[in-house]
C-alpha cells in the first residue's frame, strides 16, 4: 500500500526501490508464458504447442495495443498525483475504466467472432487450425480480465506504489502453474484447459486487485459515470499513439523475422533461443524505463524540471552500469544459456555468437527506454511513436538486412547493435534540443 511522492526525496534511492518491483513483475509475466508453453508441450504434445504459439501471437498483439494505452494512464494518473489533483485523478480513472472496459469488449466480440479468419490469414496450418482457433478464442473471451488487473497495477505505479502489482501477477502465475496440469490432464480438457487455466488465473489475480484495493481505499474507483468529452478527447489523444508504439514494435521485430528466415534453420533456432534470452535480458531496462515514467510525470506535474533532469541522469547511469554487467555475464556465459533451449551444434553455435556480438550493445537500447520513458511522462506520445518508427523501420530493419547480406549471418547482431546505439542518439538529441517540454497536459 506504500504510495509514493516523487516530487520529493532521493532521487536515486527513489529510483532502485521504485524500479527493483517492477522488475520482479516483469519477470513473472514472462515466465507466465513460459510455464504455459512448458505444460502444454509436455502434457499435450508438440502439435499442440504449435497452436497455442500461433494463437498467443494474436493475443500479445492485440494486447500490445492496450498496453500502449495503459501508458497513457501511467503519465496521465502519474502527472494528476503530483499536482494533488484527487478530483482530477478520480475522474481520469473513471474515463480510463469506461474507455478500456467499451475497448476490451469490442475487441472480445471482434476477436471471437472473427479468429477463424484471422488465423487464416496468419497462414495456420490446417492440422493445427482447429486447436488454435479454441485457444484464441477462449483468450478473446478473457481479454477483459486481462486488461483489468493490467490497469490496476498501471495505476498503482502511477501513485508510485510497484510493490503491490507485484502481487497480483504473482497469483497470477502461481494460480495458472497450478490449474494447466489440473484441467489439461485430470479433466482431459485438453487445449481447451490451458486457455481456461490462462483466463481463470488472470480473473482471480483482477478480482483479488479489485477487492483489494477498493478495501484499502488505494484507487480513487468511483460509481462509473461516462467522461467528460474533454476527458476523452485526451485519453485518445495520448492513448492512440501510445498503443501504435507498441504495435510498431511487434511489427517491427516480424520483419526482422523475414531477413532471419533468409538463412537456414540452425540460423532460425538460434535466433529464436537467444530472442527468449533477450526477453529476459532487457527487463531492468524496461523497468526502469516504466520507473522513470511515472517519477517523470509526477515531477512534469508540478514543473520540478529541476527533478526531471536528475531522473533522466540518475536512470540513464543506473541503466548503463546494470546492462554492462548483464552484458558482462551473457559475453562470459553465452554458450550455457543458448545451451538451456539448443542441442544441435550449428544451432547452438550462432545463438551464442548473436549474444556475444550483440551483449555490449544492450547499455544503448536501455537508454532508448529511459529517456522516451522521460519523455512519455510529459505526454509527448506522438514524438515517441515517430522515434520508434525511425528506430525500427529506418534503422533496424535495414540495418540488419544489410549487415547480413555483406557479414552474413553474424550480421544479424551487428545490424541490430548499431541501430541500438543509432537510436539511443536520436532518442538522446530529442531529450536534449526537443519540444517535449513545452508539452502541457493540464494548464491548471
Not at 509514493?4 to 524500479?19: E, R, S, V, Y
Request: net charge positive; charged share 10%; glycine share 8%.
Amino acid at each position: 500500500m506504500a504510495q509514493h511522492d516523487f516530487t520529493n526525496g532521493p532521487i536515486q534511492k527513489q529510483i532502485i526501490l521504485f524500479a527493483g518491483p517492477i522488475i520482479l513483475t516483469n519477470l513473472l509475466q514472462v515466465s507466465y508464458q513460459f510455464i504455459d508453453s512448458l505444460w502444454v508441450g509436455n502434457l499435450i504434445g508438440d502439435h499442440a504447442l504449435g497452436a497455442v504459439t500461433i494463437a498467443s501471437t494474436v493475443v500479445v498483439t492485440v494486447l500490445a495495443f492496450i498496453i500502449g494505452i495503459n501508458n497513457a494512464t501511467l503519465t496521465i494518473l502519474s502527472q494528476q498525483k503530483g499536482r494533488n489533483d484527487e478530483e482530477g485523478l478520480m475522474r481520469f480513472v473513471n474515463a480510463f475504466i469506461v474507455i478500456l472496459t467499451g475497448l476490451s469488449v469490442l475487441l472480445a466480440i471482434f476477436g471471437f467472432t472473427f479468429s477463424n479468419q484471422i488465423l487464416t490469414f496468419l497462414h495456420t496450418p490446417v492440422d493445427m487450425l482447429n486447436e488454435a482457433n479454441i485457444y484464441l478464442q477462449i483468450n478473446f473471451l478473457g481479454i477483459l480480465l486481462l486488461m483489468g488487473y493490467n490497469f490496476i497495477g498501471t495505476v498503482l505505479r502511477a501513485l508510485g506504489d510497484s510493490k503491490t502489482p507485484l502481487r497480483f501477477v504473482f497469483v497470477a502465475v502461481v494460480l495458472n502453474t497450478v490449474l494447466d496440469p489440473i484441467f489439461i490432464t485430470v479433466f482431459h480438457w485438453g487445449i481447451h484447459g490451458a486457455a481456461w487455466a490462462t483466463v481463470i488465473s488472470q480473473g482471480v489475480a483482477f478480482l483479488l486487485a479489485l477487492i483489494y484495493t477498493m478495501y484499502h481505499q488505494i484507487i480513487p474507483f468511483s460509481r462509473p459515470k461516462l467522461p467528460k468529452r474533454d476527458e476523452v478527447w485526451l485519453i485518445l489523444k495520448l492513448g492512440i499513439p501510445a498503443g501504435l508504439q507498441m504495435t510498431v514494435i511487434h511489427a517491427g521485430v516480424t520483419a526482422i523475422l523475414t531477413v532471419v528466415n533468409s538463412f537456414d534453420a540452425a540460423v532460425v533456432a538460434g535466433f529464436g533461443a537467444s530472442q527468449r534470452i533477450d526477453s529476459l535480458i532487457t527487463l531492468p531496462a524496461m523497468a526502469l524505463g516504466t520507473a522513470v515514467n511515472a517519477m517523470a510525470g509526477q515531477n512534469i506535474g508540478v514543473n520540478r524540471w529541476d527533478r526531471v533532469k536528475k531522473i533522466a541522469i540518475y536512470g540513464s547511469i543506473y541503466n548503463l552500469v546494470i546492462m554492462f554487467i548483464v552484458a558482462c555475464v551473457v559475453f562470459a556465459f553465452a554458450e550455457n544459456l543458448t545451451s538451456m533451449f539448443l542441442h544441435e551444434d550449428e544451432a547452438l553455435r550462432f545463438g551464442s555468437a548473436y549474444l556475444k556480438i550483440i551483449a555490449f550493445f544492450y547499455p544503448f537500447i536501455g537508454l532508448n527506454f529511459i529517456l522516451n520513458g522521460i519523455v512519455r511522462g510529459s505526454g509527448a506520445m506522438y514524438q515517441v511513436l515517430i522515434l520508434n518508427i525511425l528506430s525500427f523501420w529506418f534503422l533496424r530493419y535495414p540495418l540488419t538486412y544489410l549487415c547480413s547480406s555483406f557479414i552474413g549471418e553474424n550480421g544479424i547482431a551487428v545490424g541490430m547493435g548499431i541501430s541500438f546505439i543509432i537510436s539511443s542518439l536520436f532518442a538522446f538529441s530529442y531529450y536534449i534540443w526537443g519540444g517535449w517540454k513545452k508539452k502541457r497536459l493540464f494548464t491548471s
